[in-house]
């Protein structure tokens, strides 16, 4: 019976023959040795790749989570900033209103418009002031481009305003030009007339229209509109001018009521 190595000397082995696989020269032992190496390395490999994929797992969701996030902060900056650029607009354009009724030195309130008659949607509108805040039926409504329409209904806050190009407007004007008069009214194709023209009249293409002192509604001067063609009156003899609104009518969104 072989006697029992020591303990001691097992462990010494355990040690040195590992020791002596790694930097031993011999080729034999070279092959061994990369051997060995590869299948460690595949067995560190096998057992890394579940935590390499629960590791890409965790790394998607934060970054899908990041992602998420960040479209939500884009979402919101994006809302602010048209916001802030509606505000700025809004701004531009009152600072345009007041300067116009400063320059010409009108007692008007200023009115946004509120709502728009979906059957009549560029012939009338709603603003919001009315008889509480000293609005008449009748009273002139102009914007920095020029005439607008009349009030034509008013409530405790709220008031109708029929256009410039509506059937029931009418107001007397002037060629800015000629100084020629006639009456404007609104009509059916979305511009206005000019009525009530001499066959000789002095009136271009292109001529501007303006509001004439025999107006009672409006203050004279303020822009009508331009000239598009001229054309016989038919019947009542006489011709009659058709005109270009100056005020876009579709896009009108606050107005001063002259009082």
């Known amino acids: 019976m072989p006697p029992k190595l020591p303990k001691q000397l097992a462990y010494v082995l355990i040690f ?5 696989l790694l930097f031993f020269n011999s080729p034999f032992f070279h092959n061994i040795k990369m051997t060995l190496m590869g299948t460690a390395t595949s067995s ?4 890394r790749w579940p935590l390499l994929e629960l590791e890409k797992m965790l790394s998607y969701r934060k970054s899908w989570e990041e992602n998420r996030r960040l479209k939500s902060e884009m979402r919101d900056l994006k809302s602010r900033a048209i916001q802030l650029e509606e505000l700025a607009r809004q701004n531009g354009r009152y600072e345009k209103l007041v300067s116009f009724r400063d320059r010409r030195g009108f007692n008007a309130v200023m009115a946004s418009v509120i709502a728009r008659d979906p059957a009549n949607w ?16 009748g009273m002139a409504v102009v914007n920095a481009d020029g005439v607008v329409g ?6 405790g806050h709220v008031s109708k305003v029929i256009l ?6 009418s107001v007397a004007a002037v060629d800015r030009r000629s100084r020629e008069s006639g009456l ?7 511009k206005c007339r000019m009525l009530y023209l001499p066959e000789n009249a002095d ?5 501007e229209v303006i509001t004439s002192e025999l107006s009672s509604d409006f203050p004279p001067g303020i822009l009508v509109g331009s000239i598009s063609r001229l054309m016989p009156a038919g019947d009542v003899g006489g011709y009659r001018a ?14 001063l009521v002259i009082k």
């Not at 040195?16 to 002596?20: A, E, R, S, Y």
């Not at 404007?184 to 979305?190: A, M």
């Open 44 to 47: 560190v490999a096998v057992v």
């Open 203 to 207: 009136l271009e293409q292109g001529d």
């Open 184 to 190: 404007v009214t609104g009509s059916l194709s979305g």
């Open 16 to 20: 040195l023959i590992p020791f002596w």
């Open 242 to 255: 058709e005109i270009s609104p100056s005020v876009e009518v579709s896009r009108i969104e606050e107005v």
């Open 164 to 169: 410039v190009n509506d059937t029931g407007f």
């Open 150 to 155: 009349k009030v034509a209904e008013t409530a």
């Open 122 to 137: 560029n012939s009338s509108l709603m603003i919001n002031r009315g008889k509480s805040d000293g609005i008449r039926p």
